[in-house]
């Protein structure tokens, strides 16, 4: 069958909510929280109006369960998905652990949203980020389609290795923005993403009865999470290939865990991740025309995250300017001490600059990039940092 | 072992055994021999899903599994909704969910993990109508991290965080009605069980098995390494405890209460007879049995009343 794109005008909710039915998941299992809600909101609406066959919806008492409820399903070998944003995903933290550690591929999407408090719904990194140690992987999208198509990828991903990911979105930036998704007809999704084979089936009564995430003594624990460990290693192998196969079969390649934007020929470039990084590219391509030798590099996958590729990159640059919209209190932005931690033991040594942006969903601007541009190149040309980490944004 | 068909006949109880040789539980366990008759009860086609409890242990550590069932252990306040995700998986696939030839989806935790800290997923799981059976086994205290009370230990009972001592301090809350907040949910079934009637509890396993929708059982299961009792006496402790209705046996089936004591006619035992192998209720004064006996007379009294209006 000849690949001819569905375009619809969707959220960025809805165009996970769409991935979710293309990918014919089994089992949803989900709480409300804005702005998540409207994700589970339109899958239950798909079941209302007959539009999925075998998709069941356990509206769960908590994000906790809604964790715990997937992890149910997802062991009794069902394609499983939740969604949520911010205190729901710290309340479902602990079953995190429990999701990687009993090797189930189940996919999250999470919206990005600020911690409280203050409450704040709007966007921040922080919530996603803090679930960094939990051994699932992460995909951060920088619009609606890279949602629809990244929570396809995910589910295959996850069904190789055996390790759950998470799809992570901007609150309201993405989340409630609607914009044209190019959308996989059905039967074209099926055949790059075929029924489930699960690692082990609760439902299996032929084997010897079995146990799962029985207790290890130190005997063995260490061993299971080697085994975590190696996974995550072949994750970004399988990451490469099947973003590359996304590219041949439906024109949009993935193959590259970050991407680089204009970078060939650059004297620094902005990292990043998620929608802020929409603005960047934007940035970019008009303080090119002013002169700048400028790119952008995109990390689509913090975890596990391209060692490989930021070497890459950071050999072929004097400078990088790490945006992040998050904060490691104590230390850094989270996504600058990981790039940093990542080239240590190389000879790739660019002058390398935190910027903290857009914090709780303060705007940040195509003039902010230019802002930060003209500091990047000053400190460049000086050959060393005015300071480390600049909370760009701060009222004075 | 083969068992010779003249006995098979004689037997109360099915005479399948799925819980296996070296299971790790302490002498007098019983929430081990509750396992038992869960497995006897329904036998290879069971997914249990078990907390952090006494019973991860009593099952084996990896790789091994004393239950002749598939397993999955999860965390502590999960049960009620790891089980609605096994039955929403199960039914997602075409898989038959309970019934004589359905797959079992059974929770299996103590007291702690569903008085207090499976509450929560308790109530859900009850709410939302899964098919599937959660039982509470009942040992009135956080055994497996080194007896501590729990939501469900009695009043007077020492426990290492309400002990008793040169101060007399002791556990001053009554036993939380568990299966009146799960009556409460308005389901199908719910039952209290002993593991000292073992026929009543399988009995109530099969009625659990046929009623669709979520059913619970309260298990009561001795605990002599908590209860500070011996060994050999772990029925005897159960036994008495229905006897002086301190657990009075009963069941809710769609509205109706039915009491299924052994002996209906029989008055109550007193209290005594229940606390008198158990250390942990050595330090009560007179007085403090008093407080508990009147508490055993109010809610039998109360659930009398349920079984005479609500019959």
């Given at each position: 069958?000849?690949?001819?794109?569905?375009?619809?005008?969707?959220?960025?909710?809805?165009?996970?909510?769409?991935?979710?039915?293309?990918?014919?998941?089994?089992?949803?299992?989900?709480?409300?929280?804005?702005?998540?809600?409207?994700?589970?909101?339109?899958?239950?609406?798909?079941?209302?109006?007959?539009?999925?066959?075998?998709?069941?919806?356990?509206?769960?008492?908590?994000?906790?369960?809604?964790?715990?409820?997937?992890?149910?399903?997802?062991?009794?070998?069902?394609?499983?998905?939740?969604?949520?944003?911010?205190?729901?995903?710290?309340?479902?933290?602990?079953?995190?652990?429990?999701?990687?550690?009993?090797?189930?591929?189940?996919?999250?999407?999470?919206?990005?949203?600020?911690?409280?408090?203050?409450?704040?719904?709007?966007?921040?990194?922080?919530?996603?980020?803090?679930?960094?140690?939990?051994?699932?992987?992460?995909?951060?999208?920088?619009?609606?389609?890279?949602?629809?198509?990244?929570?396809?990828?995910?589910?295959?991903?996850?069904?190789?290795?055996?390790?759950?990911?998470?799809?992570?979105?901007?609150?309201?930036?993405?989340?409630?923005?609607?914009?044209?998704?190019?959308?996989?007809?059905?039967?074209?999704?099926?055949?790059?993403?075929?029924?489930?084979?699960?690692?082990?089936?609760?439902?299996?009564?032929?084997?010897?009865?079995?146990?799962?995430?029985?207790?290890?003594?130190?005997?063995?624990?260490?061993?299971?999470?080697?085994?975590?460990?190696?996974?995550?290693?072949?994750?970004?192998?399988?990451?490469?290939?099947?973003?590359?196969?996304?590219?041949?079969?439906?024109?949009?390649?993935?193959?590259?865990?970050?991407?680089?934007?204009?970078?060939?020929?650059?004297?620094?470039?902005?990292?990043?991740?998620?929608?802020?990084?929409?603005?960047?590219?934007?940035?970019?391509?008009?303080?090119?025309?002013?002169?700048?030798k400028v790119g952008a590099a995109k990390v689509r996958w913090f975890r596990p995250f391209?060692?490989?590729?930021?070497?890459?990159?950071?050999?072929?640059?004097?400078?990088?300017?790490?945006?992040?919209?998050?904060?490691?209190?104590?230390?850094?932005?989270?996504?600058?001490?990981?790039?940093?931690?990542?080239?240590?033991?190389?000879?790739?040594?660019?002058?390398?600059?935190?910027?903290?942006?857009?914090?709780?969903?303060?705007?940040?601007?195509?003039?902010?990039?230019?802002?930060?541009?003209?500091?990047?190149?000053?400190?460049?040309?000086?050959?060393?940092?005015?300071?480390?980490?600049?909370?760009?944004?701060?009222?004075? | 072992?083969?068992?010779?068909?003249?006995?098979?006949?004689?037997?109360?109880?099915?005479?399948?055994?799925?819980?296996?040789?070296?299971?790790?539980?302490?002498?007098?366990?019983?929430?081990?021999?509750?396992?038992?008759?869960?497995?006897?009860?329904?036998?290879?086609?069971?997914?249990?899903?078990?907390?952090?409890?006494?019973?991860?242990?009593?099952?084996?550590?990896?790789?091994?599994?004393?239950?002749?069932?598939?397993?999955?252990?999860?965390?502590?306040?999960?049960?009620?909704?790891?089980?609605?995700?096994?039955?929403?998986?199960?039914?997602?696939?075409?898989?038959?969910?309970?019934?004589?030839?359905?797959?079992?989806?059974?929770?299996?935790?103590?007291?702690?993990?569903?008085?207090?800290?499976?509450?929560?997923?308790?109530?859900?799981?009850?709410?939302?109508?899964?098919?599937?059976?959660?039982?509470?086994?009942?040992?009135?205290?956080?055994?497996?991290?080194?007896?501590?009370?729990?939501?469900?230990?009695?009043?007077?009972?020492?426990?290492?965080?309400?002990?008793?001592?040169?101060?007399?301090?002791?556990?001053?809350?009554?036993?939380?009605?568990?299966?009146?907040?799960?009556?409460?949910?308005?389901?199908?079934?719910?039952?209290?069980?002993?593991?000292?009637?073992?026929?009543?509890?399988?009995?109530?396993?099969?009625?659990?098995?046929?009623?669709?929708?979520?059913?619970?059982?309260?298990?009561?299961?001795?605990?002599?390494?908590?209860?500070?009792?011996?060994?050999?006496?772990?029925?005897?402790?159960?036994?008495?405890?229905?006897?002086?209705?301190?657990?009075?046996?009963?069941?809710?089936?769609?509205?109706?209460?039915?009491?299924?004591?052994p002996n209906p006619k029989k008055e109550p035992k007193p209290i005594e007879e229940f606390?008198?192998?158990?250390?942990?209720?050595?330090?009560?004064?007179?007085?403090?049995?008093?407080?508990?006996?009147?508490?055993?007379?109010?809610?039998?009294?109360?659930?009398?009343?349920?079984?005479?209006?609500?019959?």
């Amino acid at each position: 069958m000849e690949y001819k794109p569905i375009r619809k005008v969707v959220s960025g909710n809805y165009a996970a909510a769409y991935a979710v039915k293309h990918a014919r998941v089994q089992v949803v299992a989900a709480y409300p929280i804005t702005p998540q809600t409207s994700i589970i909101e339109k899958i239950a609406e798909f079941i209302a109006n007959g539009e999925v066959e075998n998709l069941q919806y356990v509206p769960v008492e908590s994000e906790h369960s809604a964790m715990a409820a997937t992890i149910g399903a997802s062991a009794t070998g069902a394609r499983a998905f939740t969604a949520t944003s911010a205190q729901g995903l710290a309340l479902m933290h602990e079953m995190l652990h429990w999701a990687s550690g009993a090797r189930l591929p189940i996919v999250m999407v999470d919206v990005n949203r600020a911690m409280a408090p203050p409450w704040s719904v709007w966007d921040d990194q922080t919530d996603s980020l803090a679930q960094r140690d939990t051994g699932w992987m992460q995909f951060y999208a920088e619009n609606n389609q890279e949602v629809y198509d990244g929570v396809l990828m995910a589910f295959k991903i996850a069904e190789t290795v055996n390790v759950p990911a998470m799809v992570v979105e901007s609150a309201f930036i993405l989340s409630h923005t609607y914009d044209v998704v190019e959308m996989i007809p059905q039967e074209l999704v099926d055949e790059f993403l075929p029924l489930r084979k699960p690692l082990y089936d609760l439902a299996d009564f032929e084997r010897e009865p079995f146990s799962v995430g029985a207790l290890a003594t130190p005997a063995d624990y260490y061993e299971f999470r080697y085994k975590l460990a190696k996974a995550h290693e072949e994750a970004k192998e399988v990451i490469r290939k099947v973003g590359q196969e996304f590219g041949e079969r439906f024109g949009r390649d993935y193959s590259q865990m970050i991407e680089t934007y204009r970078t060939e020929d650059a004297d620094f470039v902005f990292m990043g991740m998620g929608s802020l990084m929409g603005t960047v590219k934007q940035a970019v391509d008009l303080l090119r025309e002013e002169g700048y030798k400028v790119g952008a590099a995109k990390v689509r996958w913090f975890r596990p995250f391209p060692k490989e590729e930021l070497y890459e990159l950071a050999r072929n640059v004097d400078g990088i300017a790490v945006l992040d919209r998050n904060y490691s209190f104590g230390m850094e932005g989270i996504l600058f001490t990981e790039a940093k931690g990542a080239l240590y033991n190389t000879d790739a040594k660019p002058l390398m600059k935190n910027y903290i942006v857009g914090l709780g969903g303060r705007d940040f601007t195509v003039n902010d990039v230019r802002k930060i541009a003209e500091n990047m190149k000053a400190i460049i040309e000086k050959g060393e940092l005015d300071v480390e980490v600049e909370w760009y944004h701060l009222k004075r | 072992m083969e068992i010779p068909e003249q006995i098979k006949k004689k037997l109360t109880l099915p005479a399948e055994e799925h819980f296996y040789a070296g299971h790790t539980a302490c002498q007098g366990c019983g929430a081990s021999l509750g396992l038992r008759y869960v497995l006897k009860a329904y036998g290879r086609k069971t997914i249990f899903a078990i907390p952090a409890c006494c019973s991860t242990i009593i099952a084996g550590a990896w790789p091994y599994n004393t239950l002749g069932a598939n397993l999955f252990h999860t965390a502590f306040e999960t049960t009620g909704a790891v089980l609605g995700g096994i039955e929403a998986a199960l039914k997602a696939r075409g898989i038959k969910v309970k019934g004589e030839d359905g797959v079992m989806v059974v929770g299996w935790a103590g007291d702690g993990g569903t008085a207090d800290i499976g509450l929560q997923a308790l109530s859900g799981f009850l709410e939302r109508g899964h098919d599937a059976v959660y039982i509470m086994y009942d040992n009135e205290a956080y055994m497996n991290t080194g007896i501590q009370r729990s939501g469900s230990t009695p009043y007077g009972a020492w426990t290492t965080n309400t002990p008793g001592g040169k101060r007399h301090f002791l556990e001053k809350r009554h036993k939380k009605k568990v299966i009146d907040i799960v009556i409460a949910h308005q389901i199908p079934y719910a039952a209290t069980a002993s593991v000292a009637y073992p026929e009543d509890f399988i009995r109530k396993l099969k009625t659990a098995q046929k009623t669709p929708g979520p059913s619970f059982i309260q298990l009561f299961a001795p605990c002599p390494t908590g209860w500070r009792s011996p060994t050999d006496k772990s029925i005897e402790i159960a036994r008495l405890a229905v006897q002086t209705a301190y657990f009075p046996l009963f069941e809710y089936k769609d509205g109706k209460y039915r009491i299924n004591m052994p002996n209906p006619k029989k008055e109550p035992k007193p209290i005594e007879e229940f606390l008198k192998y158990q250390g942990r209720f050595k330090y009560m004064t007179k007085e403090d049995i008093q407080i508990l006996q009147e508490w055993v007379n109010r809610e039998w009294e109360r659930l009398k009343k349920l079984a005479e209006v609500f019959g």
